[in-house]
């Protein structure tokens, strides 16, 4: 094995990505092999680091010395001073608001708010890698599971853990599998859900790229635990780099023999395939997924029967999504002790979120269930940029709610933010300003749903469609008093009515802004004026 006295990692996100990062990985090794440091220093391309508005982000080790927004055109300045001459470039580091430079991670008021769990590996491995993730610990959860615990065991581990579902709805993972297991018929299947759709919502993909070994891990774990051969990645084929990687990394861990045939000399075989979505957002729905994956139209079933009892072709199935599956091998290797002491008594563990919006430091970041908004906003997030106000945050993604200062305290876990009337959802964190205007931002998340309806069920079909009529109407001032009636009465009935979680959710964001700005709407419907400006019909 080589050995090497530094590594530069380069982060390869999708953001970063964006951003000519791979431009400036080959310039590095380039110029590390100009200064004929190529025996000395390694460049490794790994997953998101996490603060996605700095980016390209470089990182030395071992110093762990930060750079950020990084041009290939700084490549040369960085080799030469600190790779060959052991000095920072002092003009790459991290600068906050009229504080002293950053160096290091830890000194990055970013990173000192959260825990790392699910996004243990991010940014450390190269996510390329089997080695890699195994000197991590990786692997070693499964092969635990299948040398000294029976599928019962393993299944009591996750279910006393108290992991929810991290996919928005917050159902208790081990009692899930308890489900599938316990149901007749061979053979059983295990799904990961890797279908995001919602603006705002990248979590998933980020950690798919930054440590896929840790869901196939997951995975195998969970097809022992219910009695399931055969796994599938359901996942939405704009995500080429997630693919890519995943592709690697399900080769390797066959070649190592850890998915296939007669794991860890057991008997137990486990094997995944990757199965391409077009990109419907209904197809985060779990049984329009399964639809969707035995090659029909991405339309929702009606339940029950759950697809725990009647999944992909009518046999037993667990479908997960891409957070809930990385925390499964911790929670093995570590210990439902251990688990139950972050977060909260009814959400244990830690959740995932993309931060974005009007926020000084937006990204990925992962915090203890319980934390407040107030602490992820201005402890993490750095606050409003430009001495702007705060004024909402969507938590949740698009079919998330919309709540107020006010409620900047609310501890985030699945119970409280509900009854705070929002949702955890699927994890997306939008932050906006005083500037926007409440009314056209619910007409852009009602625009958003008429798109998206799958047009099975009458409810969704035309309440969508309505919804996005009436706010329509009020921006462009032609709405009276009734419409808010009509408005709330269409959104009862909605919450009730449709098939699936698309259409029930649908109006909750117009609800949620009508509940806690009432006062805009008023002035659009009322003195046919828009507060901010925005709504050009009104100005």
Known sequence: MQFYRSHVLVCHGTNCSLKHNRAIREALVQGIKAQGLDKEVRVVETGCFGLCEQGPTVVVYPEGVVYCQVKVNDVPEIVEKHLLKGRIVDRLLYRPAELKPV?????????????????RNCGL??????????????YRALGKCLTSMSSDEVTEVIKNSGLRGRGGAGFPTGLKWSFARRAAGQPKYIICNADEGEPGTFKDRLILEGDPHSIIEGMAIAGYAVGANQGYVYIRGEYTLSIERLRKAIDQAREYGLLGKNLFNSGFDFDIEIAIGAGAYVCGEETALIESLEGGRGEPRIKPPYPADYGLWGKPTVVN???????VPVIIERGVDWFRSLGTERCPGTKVFTLCGDVVNQGLIEVPMGITLREVL??????????????????????????????????????????AGTALGSGALLIMDDRHCIVDVAKSFARFFVHESCGQCTPCREGTMQLYRIVDKMTRGEAEEKDVQLLEALAETMRLSPLCPLGQTAPFPIVTTLKYFRDEYDAHIKEKRCPTGTCKALA
């Open 321 to 327: 999504n891409v957070e809930t599956l990385a925390n």
């Open 378 to 419: 201005y402890d993490i997030g750095g606050g409003i940029p430009n001495g702007r106000e705060f004024k909402m945050a969507q938590t949740g993604g698009t079919s998330g709610g919309c709540i107020p200062k006010e409620l900047l305290d609310v501890p985030m876990d699945y119970d409280q933010m509900a009854a």
């Open 103 to 119: 160096q290091t991670y830890d000194q990055f008021d970013y990173f000192k708010g959260q825990v790392r769990v699910v996004l």
């Open 125 to 138: 491995i190269d996510p390329e890698s089997i080695e890699e993730y195994i000197a991590q610990g990786g």
